[in-house]
């Protein structure tokens, strides 16, 4: 790889596992990487050339750290709670930042951004409101099942279904317990269709790089349907470019967002998109993955960039995206680990002799423990497959080949995954 950035300093903010591969290929670039977060063992520090257990929300102790270390730029990782401080620290020390006080201002917190995209025409799920005091009043206004969840947290962190006015006084508390702002919605519970709208930024270019369905676990009820993977492209992006695209590159323009990458999460639901959710980063889902193997460009590598120069380079966005992925098609399998320590994994080298596998990303392995408090969150994702097939036939029979031959035992023998998505639905087959 180029030696145009041999030495330079970059402090990536946020250690989690999906931060890694960020960090590594920042290491390829010839980057000293330095990682900074509030947990000794995160996953990113075993890679980078330093690492420092200054909390990412910690804004002044980051700022003396970059001083300390004299670092080149500042970036965040893949951790939407830390971009409001990825923000703060980059304009007090003049390093280039794509995101502005005024996108966080937006994108931070869940009903903020709600609010926006209605202005734009953009739906959200339908509300309820309650507050803290639980008001008997609001609370009989409430048509359940309902999501309670925290305003400012991710990846089904602090997020409960309701069935009953009964379940509403935990769950608002697990929300506000999982809440920096102690701040949480009440909204309908969907359950429908759901999608993910994945955009890349360049000067003021904005592109749907990627458009695809998610497929989400029914297995864990009252506990966010964690996602189980998805197929690209979007049976429905047609429609999606024809009554939602626009409004959303108007919305982006608005408020300034002019590099970057941004996830839109989305449910469909009687030819109606409802907009659940954003990230104004990389994803741990990792969509960049297959854009990088069809597109050709690496949105890692251009916000690493971008970190450094100012610049996210001369590759021209317009005539490199693709939505429609040049024919071909891909899909996410994730494996999800119900609670118990790992004893055995079987099936997953597999993935090292197959063309049509990019990449897997694994988080947990043999030996790991997987507490009760991860159940109902990305945490219990053990690994995720990122596959790429000509046809969609092809793809299909990819899918059923890796959900049938992998499998986990806990040292009792006892089998952890959950079930995969039906494969023959999700793509029409």
């Known amino acids: 790889m180029s030696s145009e950035f041999e030495g330079k ?12 591969a960020l960090v590594k290929l920042a290491n390829e670039m010839g980057i000293k ?9 995160d996953d990113a520090k075993k890679y980078s050339w330093k690492s420092f257990d200054v909390d990412g929300m910690d804004v002044p102790g980051v700022i003396a750290l970059a001083m300390e270390e004299k670092v080149d730029g500042v970036l965040v990782g893949v951790a939407d709670i830390l971009v409001p401080s990825y923000c703060k620290v980059c304009n007090a020390l003049g390093f280039p930042c794509y995101a502005t006080q005024q996108i966080v201002d937006v994108f931070a917190f869940k009903d903020v951004f709600k609010a926006t995209c209605e202005r734009y025409g953009i739906h959200g799920i339908p509300e309820f409101y309650l507050d803290a005091d639980l008001n008997d009043r609001d609370i009989d206004k409430i048509v359940f099942p ?8 991710g990846g089904g962190v602090g997020m409960t279904v309701c069935y009953s006015k009964e379940d509403l006084k935990p769950a608002v508390e697990k929300a506000l317990e999982a809440s920096k702002k102690k701040r949480f919605i009440v909204e309908k519970y969907m359950q429908c269709e759901d999608m993910g709208m994945y955009y890349t930024f360049k000067d003021g270019q904005c592109s749907a790089s990627c458009i695809y369905d998610r497929y989400t676990t029914d297995e864990q009820p009252g506990l966010s349907r964690v996602c189980l993977g998805g197929t690209y492209p ?22 300034g967002i002019r590099n970057g990458v941004l996830m839109l999460s989305a449910f469909y639901e009687n030819g109606e998109f409802y907009v659940y959710d954003t990230g104004f980063r990389l994803q741990g889902e990792a969509p960049h993955l297959l854009i990088k193997e069809i597109q050709g460009f690496d949105q890692r590598e251009m916000l690493i960039r971008f970190a450094l120069t100012g610049s996210e380079g001369k590759m021209d966005l317009l005539s490199s995206d693709d ?13 999800l680990l119900k609670e118990g320590r790992i004893g055995k994994i079987e099936g997953l080298d597999k993935w090292k002799n197959d063309k049509n596998i990019i990449a897997n990303a694994q988080r947990l392995y043999e030996g790991d423990n997987i507490p ?14 990122y596959i790429v097939c000509d046809s969609k036939q092809e793809l299909g029979e990819k899918l059923r080949e890796y959900m049938d031959c992998v499998k986990v035992f806990d040292t009792n023998g006892n089998d952890m995954l959950l079930k995969g998505f039906d494969v023959k639905k999700a793509l029409e087959l």
């Open 234 to 255: 979007s049976k429905h992006m047609k429609e999606y470019f024809e009554r939602m695209h626009e409004n959303a590159v108007m919305m982006f323009k608005d408020i």
């Open 146 to 153: 309902v999501m309670v969840k925290p305003v400012d947290n």
């Open 9 to 20: 300093k970059l402090l990536i903010l946020g250690g989690n596992p999906e931060t890694t």
């Open 323 to 335: 939505p429609y992925l040049r024919g071909k098609w891909a899909a996410t399998l994730w494996f």
């Open 372 to 385: 009760k408090e991860w159940i109902g969150n990305e945490k219990q994702v053990m690994t995720r497959l």
């Open 33 to 41: 990487t330095i990682v900074t977060s509030g947990r000794h063992t």
